[in-house]
């Protein structure tokens, strides 16, 4: 095939993959619905400057992806499609960017390879039809690193500082995606290169001038004017959270240090444990430039070995590694095809073992949740037994896409011990592509069922009505989201102080539980913490899902 024929494909495969169902599961708590809300809050107030949650100032992330969203929401609405849509295009484009690059480290067919490692497999695939910022963050950082190599491989040459001008520029856009943990990210990659080539010159003055310049000038696009407006705050509040980050872990998001380990084996199936042999050695075959994939290399242990040190652990964060991964185990998927490598019975083993695992766990949802009776008795958490008490409909037809999967690893499996190669990457790649694919456009609104449509359902009913709406006893922004808050009332802002006059949410809810409100107050409360909140005037409406619905009516008339 030509490379046109090969990009018109990925582009084809990439929309059919990524752009249908972005809409139909509710989004989720907690970053899907933050990143959302703050989009829709610039909408509201007209403030596209300025990052904020609640309609409070918010520190956590820069607004470039945010703008995205807005994008977004301006052509399709105020919904869950348009708050996926930015990853989804950003989906088709890192299926093309990736066969490019592959494209000229050795051949059209494993540029190709590439792009399908990475829509092939579970989590990457899934993670593009999210409302995450991780994927358009990653993108920048991915083909900074690129750049960047190509500037080091044309060290002396006047290419150089056109690659390190294009570096920067991509590498200060995934500071106004994330802000400077993506630059840190890439200066760590760098080290570990520079270790791997035992410091030899890598670049001139230049070419470091020209990539400091352009990524300080396009990260001060947003970061000065914002500091010039408002005071340091922002880069204050934002290290403070970043060493809470590595030194606290975040309620719910504390897991062992192999965490993000298991997370890449499992949820990567198949292209981990096709490359895995190719992480550990050199490849036979030959490339334009051989040096890339130590690139490759030392971005992918950067990324895994830091986020497997910071504290709160959170599935997303090894997401990075998804790009690197997928051009390892392109060169193991080019070995297979030339002949030059074959796996041992204890390599089909391990591939099986790890491959059973996502199969399992894809038919296991819709056995449990046909099954619900028979678990209630090992569940001991009694609010997530009301969560399942949800009407939820289940059916053997939801037992397809793991039965998908368990052929395609059977069959794959089958192959490789027969030394059949060439339909390998079908059965395994092709499988997961088509499993995952029935899977999101059917379980993620059976999901949400369990664990946050009722509540969802609530906010909705709320909308255009002139009351406050609140969570007591768990984090969540949906209900900003949801109930589509238009702002700040005048005694909200009155009522929100602390002793130091600054903005605490504890203190307004408080008030909105036992302070003079002027309109009517309804809260979200989880079964299992309602007798916490037991206020003489706080009237019980309903009950449904784990979720208790209550009634503050307003404490005064309004001024």
Not at 42 to 53: A, H
Not at 264 to 285: A, D, E, K, N
Not at 291 to 311: C, E
Not at 508 to 525: A, I
Request: include cysteine; charged fraction near 15%.
């Amino acid at each position: 095939m030509t490379n046109n024929q090969f990009r018109l494909i990925l582009l084809l495969l990439g929309a059919l993959l990524f752009l249908p169902f972005l809409g139909n599961a509710p989004l989720f708590d907690w970053d899907e619905i933050n990143f959302a809300e703050s989009a829709r809050e610039m909408i509201v107030t007209g403030n596209y400057s300025r990052v904020q949650i609640n309609f409070q100032p918010f520190w956590e992330k820069p607004p470039l992806f945010l703008w995205l969203q807005v994008l977004s929401m301006k052509a399709f609405g105020i919904n869950e499609y348009a708050a996926r849509f930015p990853n989804a295009i950003f989906g088709i484009i890192t299926l093309l960017t990736l066969f490019e690059i592959g494209k000229e480290l050795r051949s059209a067919r494993f540029g190709f390879l590439c792009a399908i490692c990475m829509c092939g497999s579970f989590l990457p695939l899934i993670y593009f039809k999210s409302g995450i910022i991780d994927p358009v963050f990653n993108y920048f950082i991915f083909t900074s690193i690129w750049f960047l190599s190509r500037a080091i491989k044309n060290y002396g040459n006047k290419s150089a500082s056109r690659h390190s001008l294009y570096a920067g520029l991509l590498i200060g856009l995934a500071i106004l995606t994330k802000g400077p943990v993506g630059l840190l990210l890439m200066l760590l990659t760098v080290l570990i290169y520079w270790i791997f080539i035992r410091f030899r010159a890598i670049a001139s003055l230049r070419s470091i001038l020209i990539f400091a310049f352009t990524t300080i000038s396009v990260s001060a696009f947003w970061f000065l004017p914002e500091t010039i407006m408002h005071g340091p705050w922002f880069l204050e509040e934002f290290i403070e959270y970043q060493i809470r980050l590595f030194t606290t872990p975040d309620a719910g998001h504390e897991q062992p240090f192999y965490y993000h380990l298991l997370i890449v084996l499992i949820g990567c199936f198949p292209m981990s444990v096709v490359g895995l042999r190719t992480l550990f050695r050199r490849s036979s075959l030959r490339l334009n430039d051989p040096d890339f994939i130590r690139w490759m290399k030392a971005l992918f242990w950067v990324v895994l070995i830091l986020f497997s040190i910071v504290t709160t652990k959170i599935i997303h964060y090894s997401s990075m590694t998804y790009l690197p991964l997928s051009m390892i185990a392109a060169l193991s998927l080019e070995e297979w095809l030339e002949g030059k490598q074959s796996w041992n019975v204890f390599q089909l083993a391990g591939a099986f073992i790890i491959g059973i695992i996502p199969a399992l766990i894809v038919l296991g949802v819709p056995l449990a949740g046909m099954n619900i009776a028979a678990l209630k008795p090992f569940i001991k958490d009694a609010s997530a037994i009301e969560n399942l008490k949800a009407v939820v409909t289940w059916n053997y037809i939801d037992l397809v896409p793991g039965m998908i999967l368990l052929t395609g690893l059977c069959v794959g499996i089958f192959w490789l011990s027969r030394g059949i190669r060439r339909h390998v990457p079908l059965a395994f790649f092709g499988s997961v592509i088509l499993a995952t694919s029935v899977f999101i456009a059917t379980f993620p609104t059976r999901i949400a069922g369990y664990t946050q449509q009722a509540a969802v359902d609530f906010y909705v009913s709320l909308q255009r009505k002139d009351v406050y709406v609140e969570t007591l006893g768990f984090k969540s922004f949906a209900q900003y989201f949801y109930s589509r808050k238009q702002g700040f009332s005048k005694m909200e802002i009155l009522n929100s102080k602390d002793d130091e006059g600054n903005y605490n949410i504890d203190v307004l809810r408080n008030w909105y539980l036992t302070g003079e409100t002027d309109k009517p107050v309804y809260f979200v409360v989880k079964s299992n913490k309602i007798d916490a909140f037991n206020f003489p005037d706080l009237q019980r409406l309903s009950e449904k899902n784990g979720f208790v619905f209550l009634l503050r009516p307003a404490a005064r008339s309004k001024n």
